[in-house]
């Protein structure tokens, strides 16, 4: 492992203004996002889906360092022949790849689920390697309910989590560790909160005990939010001061960058309170997002599926690009929308 080389993509990644398109939807969940426009799921649709976010060139260029893609799209080309990955390499960015292979029932712990994927991963990291990912990504999933998550699902994620990311940084690509703490469900902030910190502080326990030098990982964490059907809303500066008191506690200095999830916010939220973490400041790791549903949710409206809306589509993915980078560095306004809108 060259840790050098692995910090300076690790620093790429999360640089002033700009942050991460999380386009790795597996093609099931992409079909959930594409009925709800009402389009097929093809492998055509998904490639020419993606083409039109990565030539949005201005957006790749200025807000976007890197795209995590799934399986199918790291071998795509687009319809003139180019491999995606070069349209994304072009744009100043770095492909990335998402490696874990889903979830599967934790055994003897209902309503619990375990990442699956380490097996092959040795074998696999090379290829995309080859292929152009600097960077990959492993998602783990904790719920929070009755008498859930149990030790044995923080422990066995964070865990998976950190042999993940060994096997990465030994072959010299830098991983994007993701323990998401859900926000569906009637918890409230103060649990959130709770179930972050443990889930945060095993990761990390367990990145030492796996030998992983920090400099070399993005983290990619869930913000402290309430429940979406906890019925107690929280305002953008409680979000903003509960993430970064998290943070601070669980998060050592040496982490090289820290990506958010969107995790179900909604666009503007989602910006709202990376901006809000931003203006607090003087934090020892840069802030910034590495969102799916936030970027795209509004691109994916205006295409609708529609070879004559790309245009529309482009301009719906370069506004939230813009917005997400000025609130990377602290610098959004709320009324930055209405004027586009
Ligand atoms: P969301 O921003 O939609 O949560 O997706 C980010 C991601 O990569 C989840 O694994």
């Known amino acids: 492992m060259n840790l050098s080389d692995l910090n300076k993509v690790a620093v790429a990644m999360t640089a002033p203004g700009k942050g991460i398109l999380a386009a790795d939807e597996s093609t099931g969940t992409i079909k959930k996002r594409f009925d709800a426009i009402m389009t097929e799921n093809t492998e055509d649709n998904r490639r020419d889906y993606r083409e039109m976010m990565f030539r949005t060139t201005e957006a790749m260029k200025n807000h976007i360092s890197g795209v995590i893609l799934y399986d199918e799209t790291i071998w795509q080309k687009a319809k003139d022949g180019t491999p995606l990955v070069d349209i994304i390499k072009a744009a100043g960015a770095l492909p990335g790849i998402k490696v874990d292979e889903g979830t599967k029932p934790l055994p003897n712990q209902p309503g619990e689920l375990i990442t699956i994927g380490l097996d092959r991963l040795a074998d696999r990291l090379p290829k995309y390697y ?15 309910g009755k008498g859930i998550p149990s030790h044995n699902a923080i422990h066995s994620n964070a865990h998976a989590l950190a042999r993940y990311a060994a096997l990465c940084q030994a072959a010299q690509i830098v991983p994007i560790v993701e323990p998401e703490v859900l926000m569906d469900g009637e918890h409230d902030m103060a649990q959130c909160e709770a179930v972050t910190t443990w889930m945060l502080k095993e990761t990390f326990q367990e990145l030492y005990y796996a030998n992983v030098p920090l400099e070399g990982i993005v983290l990619k964490p869930n913000m402290i939010v309430p429940g979406k059907k906890s019925g107690k809303p929280a305002s953008v500066e409680q979000v903003a001061e509960a993430t970064v008191r998290v943070l601070k506690n669980c998060v050592p200095g040496a982490v090289s960058g820290i990506a958010f999830l969107s995790g179900g916010q909604s666009d503007e939220e989602a910006t709202a309170h990376l901006d809000a973490m931003n ?14 549903r936030a970027l795209q949710a509004a691109p994916q409206k205006a295409w609708a599926g529609k070879a004559d809306n790309v245009a529309a589509a482009q301009r719906a993915f370069m506004h939230r690009a813009k917005m997400n980078s000025l609130a990377a560095l602290g610098q959004w ?6 004027k586009a809108a």
Do not use: Q
């Not at 840069?286 to 969102?291: G, H, P, Q, R, V």
């Open 130 to 144: 080859d292929a152009g990912a600097r960077f990959a990504k492993w998602r783990a999933v904790i719920d929070i």
């Open 279 to 292: 203006k607090i400041g003087n934090l020892p790791w840069a802030l910034t997002f590495s969102y799916g």
């Open 333 to 338: 306004k709320a009324d930055l929308e209405k």
